[in-house]
């Protein structure tokens, strides 16, 4: 697959100007700035400014207690909260060698493919409202909505879930979570044929999609890019599948991938990855064992070893790492959070290089950037 | 019946007399255009709040507008830090009087969970770049908390509230 | 060689700072892909580490390259002409721990304020 054919920008030396989008811009999705040196409506350089909304979760990390940087965790990603709490959970877990019991490691399953499907949502109505759409938003938020009301229920919280704790869960699952998973899949299933002939299938969608922004595995690969961007160019790369973590291994779902690399491509697999999701769900909710949903012997105040420990997972928006450090005491030595949308955003540059604007914000949608996740 | 006295009877029902300042008042509390200004998790509530199931157009508030110069009310929905500041107090000034500012979250009330001592990036509540009207808690609030916020917006611009309240049983 | 399931990485290679380009060649020339640079600030032996964390696209293998500096000099040859996702790595790694990447071209602040000049997770950092 070679790179689809790019209008050249004019070779002749011209007057070029520095166009500022940001920090507060509708199509940037929060506070990325990005500077653009134009030749007239072509892109020369695009350079995302970062930082706006740099929180200091790292350094958080560092002054306290183990336990009391699991808030954080639901901040970073806000979207996908679930599995960061679930990567900072578990690397704590690997580090103090606590046990999960089964129940749990499935409802954890459950809640972050929940999760996944609604950040997806919110990425497919934000991405067609930046390319003219309205409608599809409202009926994104439609499906989310239900969605939110199970985790609610269960967790407390609409948007910046803290509900896994070392060794397990903090709330057990009640019959209404499980008839509301089950009436969910059986919902969205007929709503996603639905989004396919309202959306995907549109004439003037593929037109603004198809053969814009190529990435290739070669770039994926240099700059670290994860999640939909790699799978958008042909790599099955999903950490779950790679390095199966919880009981990932125990459901039978595909890893979908689109060897065009193009934004329709990226398109594509997220709207392939909730129709996953939906399986990995219905399988998960099927075999729930019984029992207890937080191992017993955890202790109050957590110490784990001394020495360094990582855990990754794959997030919604691709690999999401965290190393932490120990010296054998009650609050974290370092706390090291390396985020997808990070390292995705890192290629835009490379990647947008001699293209038009309003396929360049095409671009950044596809990307699926959620700001805080880029400064933490 | 007289024709003049009927006819001044039924121009009573569609005529109403009040004084410039509070039909000013109403029209505006009536059509509250937000800036569509979102920092962090809260944006996304904002978002939902103006989405399918909390419909903020019910109360004539989901007119987003991206350019301050168009929009009234200031949602702060997010975190501020030092970089941002003066970015967001450049947003303030820019808007056209008469402008109303809602600190939507905790981030936007105080710095929220961002604060510790010796912390080095938050600005400690959006109070300390320009004034503020409604504060809204939560980490992120509701969108019925939003709706409410702005309810209260409205009930300081009119004086008196328009929308019957819930009272708990 | 570590153990994985203890760890979280298969491989843990400690080198002397003029080899991670070396390295991170060798490790590009074998199909991997960058994950993250990141900085730690070892006060009590006066040293800041640098670590490179590499994950293979195809294969379940993770390799964490580590490298020790002094802290009153720490300098360490930039990877970003190996890989170029490095650049934003060290930039961040820069910013808050005050390693300097040599040969990086642009190492000025990302996430922080362009005129910061402190170093925000090092150890001794007061605000």
């Known amino acids: ?376 | 019946m007289e024709p003049e006295k009927a006819c001044s009877q039924d121009l009573s029902q569609i005529i109403k007399f009040a004084k410039l300042d509070e039909l000013l008042d109403l029209s505006r509390a009536n059509s509250l255009w937000p800036l569509t200004f979102g920092l962090a998790c809260c944006a996304i509530e904002m978002m939902a709040a103006g989405a399918s199931r909390f419909d903020l157009s019910r109360f004539g508030a989901e007119v987003f507008r991206p350019s301050p110069r168009q929009a009234d009310v200031m949602i702060v929905a997010g975190t501020i830090n030092k970089k941002m500041a003066p970015a967001v107090k450049t947003l303030y000034d820019q808007m056209l009087e008469p402008k109303w500012v809602i600190a939507m979250g905790n981030c936007a009330i105080s710095g929220g969970p961002f604060v510790y001592p010796g912390q080095y990036a938050v600005i400690e509540g959006v109070d300390k770049l320009f004034p503020v009207d409604v504060f809204i808690p939560g980490c992120p609030p509701r969108p019925e908390a939003l709706i409410e916020g702005i309810l209260k917006l409205e009930e300081k611009l009119t004086g008196k509230r328009r929308w019957p309240t819930v009272t708990p049983q | 060689m570590v153990d994985y399931a203890g760890r979280g990485f298969h491989l843990n290679v400690c080198v002397w700072p003029d080899r991670v380009v070396a390295a991170a060649e060798l490790l590009d020339r074998n199909g991997f892909a960058l994950d993250a640079v990141t900085g730690m600030d070892w006060i009590a032996e006066n040293e800041m580490e640098v670590v490179y964390d590499y994950f293979h696209p195809a294969d379940s293998c993770r390799v964490v390259v580590r490298t020790r500096v002094p802290r009153s000099k720490p300098e360490v040859p930039t990877i970003s002409q190996v890989y170029p996702g490095a650049n934003w790595h060290e930039r961040e790694t820069h910013e808050f721990f005050g390693i300097v990447f040599l040969g990086h071209p642009n190492l000025t602040p990302l996430l922080l304020p362009e005129d910061a000049t402190y170093h925000p997770l090092r150890k001794d950092f007061v605000a």
């Not at chain 1, 409202?138 to 879930?161: C, H, K, N, P």
């Open chain 1, 1 to 376: 697959m070679s790179a689809p054919e790019v209008i050249p920008a004019s070779d002749k030396p011209c007057e070029t100007f520095v166009l500022n989008v940001g920090p507060q811009h509708p199509a940037t999705h929060g506070v990325l700035r990005l500077k653009l040196t134009m030749d007239g409506e072509y892109i020369m350089r695009a350079e995302p400014v970062c930082g706006y909304i740099h929180r200091m979760h790292e350094k958080m990390g560092e002054n306290r207690t183990w336990a009391q940087f699991l808030p954080n965790t639901g901040r970073i990603d806000y979207l996908a909260a679930m599995a960061y709490n679930h990567a900072y959970v578990a690397a704590v877990e690997r580090a103090a060698k606590i046990a999960v019991p089964p129940r749990a490691e499935y409802i954890r399953v459950i809640t972050t493919e929940l999760n996944r499907i609604s950040s997806h949502l919110v990425w497919f109505g934000a991405f067609l409202l930046d390319l003219g759409g309205f409608t599809p938003l409202l009926y994104a938020f439609d499906d989310r909505e239900q969605i939110l009301d199970m985790l609610e229920a269960v967790t407390g919280s609409r948007l910046t879930y803290c509900y896994y704790r070392f060794g397990g869960v903090c709330n057990d699952v009640d019959a209404d979570f499980i008839r509301g998973c089950r009436d969910f899949v059986a919902r969205l299933r007929p709503r996603l044929k639905m989004y396919r002939t309202l959306v995907t299938d549109n004439i003037i969608l593929r037109k603004r999609l198809e053969g814009i922004g190529f990435i290739s595995q070669e770039m994926c690969r240099k700059y670290g890019a994860t999640g939909p961007v790699i799978r958008g160019s042909g790599v099955a790369y999903d950490v779950r599948k790679i390095e199966p973590y919880s009981v990932y291994r125990e459901f039978d779902f595909d890893i979908p991938t689109f060897p065009e690399g193009d934004c329709m491509a990226r398109y594509l697999v997220r709207m392939e990855e909730m129709a996953q999701s939906l399986r990995i769900i219905e399988q998960a909710v099927d075999k729930l064992p019984d029992g207890p949903v937080l191992s017993s012997g955890v202790p109050r105040v957590l110490k784990p070893p001394a020495g360094d420990y990582c855990f990754a997972v794959e997030a919604a928006r691709g690999r999401f790492l965290v190393r932490i450090v120990s010296d054998n005491k009650e609050i974290p030595y370092r706390v090291r959070l390396r985020t997808p949308c990070f390292s995705n955003l890192s290629l835009f540059e490379e990647a947008t290089a001699g293209m038009m604007l309003p396929d360049a914000l095409a671009v950044l949608g596809s990307l699926d950037l959620v700001i805080p996740d880029i400064d933490r």
